[in-house]
Structure formats: structure tokens, C-alpha cells
């Protein structure tokens, strides 16, 4: 019957198993594996082209270096070479960049950017902003470029500008204010961020705000106004706490936490905040580590605890920064260590350059040596009621002049109670005058005696 032939088939299929019974494999997907073959194979015939042509500029450089920028610009412009993902291009303009880099030729890698602005408007934005950014950061490498950079910086703003590329324009600004605070500008760098703060605010991009407000920190600790400096570092960490922050940018954030802990003296926490930022720096290779070390042994110096700075130096990571200006904090511990004056100024005017070149510890370098000098003359002046200034300046083994203006200073001041007679050349120091508790107590007593008697009049009142 046919109920019989039906289960009779069925039974068949089951016996033949899964595999008889699977259809043969699509040859659609064996079409699909031999052209993703092929593509894997073209793009790597394309990149042994490149390399082989980037090979052949790169010889160049050193057998006819004048060839060399034309063998790279020829690699870039060259529209018959087939590169759609713009690899190949994009390695021989950071090659060519590179080699103006070395040829220390600044005008050169702007003169370059100019001429890639009709290739770089066909390739996806992110590359564009990529090889932009790249190619102001390799100018950065050449000394003296400052004004080059801003000039460059600010081409490049109007071509973004034309271009409607907002992501490049707004991060290439950026770079300009930090040019602005390096050639102290500042009132252009604080114009300039605060119209980045509110454009990049609307669009939440939290990286970017970081940065901003980082760069606004450094540009207000320049002109010495410390409570926007602090404003500006607390909403840099505010953004930073909201994403996950990279982590030389964390360790830039704690090196400027502790730059501003310890303009407010407090030179313990400044220390927490500056090892932090040296562990970070120094696990990243980054000569900022240097900075960090070198800002460590001022909070030491500055905590009055030179001893401990000689452990910091001679540490694993500590001589893996040995230099001269290591050497100069080092110098500046001895000679507090020994309560030496002179010793201390001596030193500072060995390293006169490593010191002054960095305007915070040249502050706090001044503001001890102000302190040591005021504690030493008052330590001098302790047994003298009436004695010549030369006198004193010859104990304190500094010069005259130098000796008479401290001292009017602290007069002045009202750190030191005394006059100067300057037609003799006398300091006249006054004893403290022992004004008794007495007086005091006596105001006290009417005072509250006064309080009382009107607490009675106004109870009488309402008696009656």
C-alpha cells in the first residue's frame, strides 16, 4: 500500500544518516572564498609596490638626498597607483615629513601640508585629522619653530573651517593655545579656550574638554592667577573621572595637581601627586618622567627635609635620569642640609640656567632663599641692640647693598622691630615691648559688664 512505500522511505533516509541527506555545498560561497582570496592577494601586490618605492626614496636620502623629496612626492601624487585605503600614501608622507624633520627643514613640512589639501579632502575624515595632527607634531621636533607652528596652525583652521571638518578644526585649535601659552601669549590662549570650552561642551566630548581645561590650568598658573588655575584643573578631573583617561594625560593631570598643591604650600601632597605622575611617566618611557623626579626633590627641599632627597636620586628609575638638573636639585639639598647661605647661592648661581628655566621651582627656589635669609639675620641680630650694617653683612657674608634692602624689607614688614640710620650705617633693633595682660583683662571686663547691664535694662522694660 502506499502507507507502506511512505514508511518503507523514511526508513531508508534514516539509515543513509545526516550526511546523504545534506545538499552539496553552495558554490556561491566558494566563489565568495576565491574572491576574498584574490583581494587578500591584490592589497598585498599593492603594498610589496609600495614598499618597494619607498625603499628606493629612502636610498635616496643618503646617495642624492636633493632627489628625495620628489621620489616621495611622486609616491603621494602618483594617481595610477592603486591604494584605496590610503596606507601606502600615508607611510610615504609621514617617510617624507620625516627626512624635512632631519633636514631640520620647517618651512618645507608647511609648504607639504598645503600641497596634500586636495588629496586629503577624498580620504575618510579620521585620516585626514590623523596625518594633520602627525605632520604639526613632526614640525614640533625642529627647535625654533614656534612661529611656524602657529602659522601653520592657523592655515589649517581656515581649511577646516572651508571644509566643514569640525573634529580636526577643534582639536588643531587646541594645539594653537598651548603654541600661544609656549610663546606667551596668554590673552589669545585664554580667548581662544574659553570659546572651545562652550563649543565642546554641546557636543559632550569629554577627552577633548580634558585637555582644554588642562591647557586653561597652565595658561592661569602663567599669569599667576592660581584660583582659575585650580578651577580649571578640578573640571579637568571632574571630565577625566567620566571616561576612561589615557594614562599620560592622568599623569599630566597629577603633575599639574601637584604644581598647584604646592604653590598653596602644601608640599606633602604635592609630593603624593608628583611620584604619581613619575610612576606613570616613567612606565611610558616619556621624558616628562625628568620633570616629575625634578618637582619630587623641590617638595622634599620645601618640606625642610633635604636628607631624604639623596634615596630619591640614587634610586633604580632615579639614575636612569641623571642630568644636570637633577644634579642642581641635589646641589640645592646639600646646601639647605648644611644651613649654608652663601653655600645655597653659590649653587644657584652654578645652575643658574637649569634652575631659571623652569619659572616653578625658580619661584620656590627664591621664596626659600628669602626664608633662610630672613632666619639667618634675625639668628645674627638676636644678641645686638645697636649694630653696623656692614657688620652684619659681613657675618651674614653677603653684600652690603643686598644686606640694607633685606633689612628695610623687614621692617618694612614688620618681621624685624627696629630703625635704620642710614647717615651712620646702624641698625637699631628695638626690644619687644612686655605689654601686660592687665589692660586686656580690664577691656574684657567692661565689656561684658556692659553686655550685662543692658540684658537688665531690657528685662526692666518689660517688667514694667
Known amino acids: 500500500s502506499s502507507l507502506a512505500r511512505v514508511v518503507a522511505a523514511v526508513a531508508a533516509n534514516r539509515r543513509a544518516g545526516p550526511r546523504a541527506r545534506c545538499p ?21 601586490q599593492m603594498s610589496k609596490a609600495f614598499d618597494a618605492l619607498l625603499e ?22 602618483n594617481k595610477e597607483l592603486e591604494d584605496p585605503t590610503a596606507k601606502g600614501r600615508e607611510q610615504a608622507i609621514y617617510a617624507l615629513a620625516e627626512f624635512y624633520v632631519a633636514q631640520k627643514r620647517a618651512a618645507d613640512i608647511s609648504a607639504l601640508t598645503k600641497e596634500l589639501r586636495p588629496m586629503l579632502s577624498d580620504l575618510p575624515k579620521a585620516k585626514t585629522a590623523k596625518i594633520v595632527k602627525t605632520l604639526i607634531d613632526l614640525l614640533a621636533k625642529i627647535g625654533d619653530s614656534t612661529s611656524l607652528q602657529i602659522e601653520m596652525c592657523l592655515d589649517t583652521i581656515e581649511w577646516c573651517k572651508a571644509e566643514k571638518r569640525t573634529f580636526l578644526r577643534q582639536r588643531v585649535e587646541t594645539r594653537l593655545a598651548g603654541l600661544f601659552l609656549v610663546d606667551q601669549r596668554y590673552a589669545q590662549a585664554i580667548e581662544l579656550l574659553e570659546r572651545l570650552v562652550s563649543e565642546v561642551k554641546k557636543l559632550d566630548d569629554k ?42 594625560l592622568q599623569a599630566e593631570i597629577d603633575l599639574w595637581s601637584g604644581v598647584v598643591s604646592a604653590r598653596e604650600k602644601d608640599y606633602r601632597t604635592s609630593f603624593s601627586y608628583f611620584y604619581e605622575a613619575f610612576e606613570a611617566f616613567n612606565a611610558a618611557d616619556n621624558p616628562k618622567a625628568k620633570t616629575a623626579m625634578k618637582y619630587q626633590l623641590l617638595s622634599k627641599i620645601m618640606q625642610n627635609r633635604p636628607q631624604e632627597t639623596a634615596a630619591i636620586v640614587s634610586s633604580k628609575s632615579g639614575l636612569k635620569y641623571a642630568s644636570a638638573e637633577i644634579d642642581a636639585m641635589a646641589a640645592v639639598a646639600g646646601a639647605l642640609e648644611d644651613r649654608a647661605l652663601k653655600k645655597f647661592e653659590e649653587v644657584r648661581n652654578q645652575y643658574k640656567k637649569q634652575i631659571d628655566e623652569d619659572p616653578i621651582i625658580a619661584f620656590h627656589l627664591d621664596d626659600l632663599n628669602e626664608t633662610l635669609l630672613e632666619q639667618n639675620i634675625l639668628r645674627i641680630l638676636e644678641p645686638f641692640s645697636r649694630v653696623e650694617i656692614a657688620h652684619v653683612a659681613e657675618l651674614i657674608e653677603l653684600p652690603l647693598q643686598r644686606t640694607q634692602a633685606k633689612l628695610s624689607e623687614m621692617i618694612l614688614d614688620q618681621k624685624l622691630n627696629g630703625t635704620l640710620d642710614q647717615g651712620i650705617g646702624v641698625l637699631i633693633v628695638f626690644e619687644k615691648e612686655q605689654v601686660r595682660s592687665t589692660y ?19 528685662m526692666t522694660g518689660q517688667v514694667a
Do not use: W
Open 207 to 248: 577627552l577633548l574638554l580634558v585637555e582644554i581645561h588642562m591647557l586653561e590650568c597652565r595658561v592661569h598658573y602663567a599669569v599667576k592667577n592660581i584660583p582659575k588655575s585650580k578651577a580649571s584643573l578640578t573640571a579637568s578631573k571632574t571630565n577625566a573621572n567620566a571616561i576612561h583617561c589615557p594614562p599620560l
Open 440 to 458: 586686656d583683662n580690664a577691656l574684657k571686663t567692661i565689656k561684658n559688664t556692659s553686655e550685662v547691664l543692658d540684658t537688665l535694662y531690657g
Open 24 to 44: 552539496p555545498p553552495m558554490a556561491a560561497m566558494d566563489v565568495d572564498q576565491r574572491g576574498d582570496a584574490m583581494e587578500v592577494d591584490e592589497e598585498g
Open 56 to 77: 628606493k626614496a629612502k636610498d635616496l636620502e643618503t646617495k642624492a638626498p636633493q632627489n628625495a623629496p620628489q621620489a616621495y612626492k611622486d609616491i603621494i601624487f
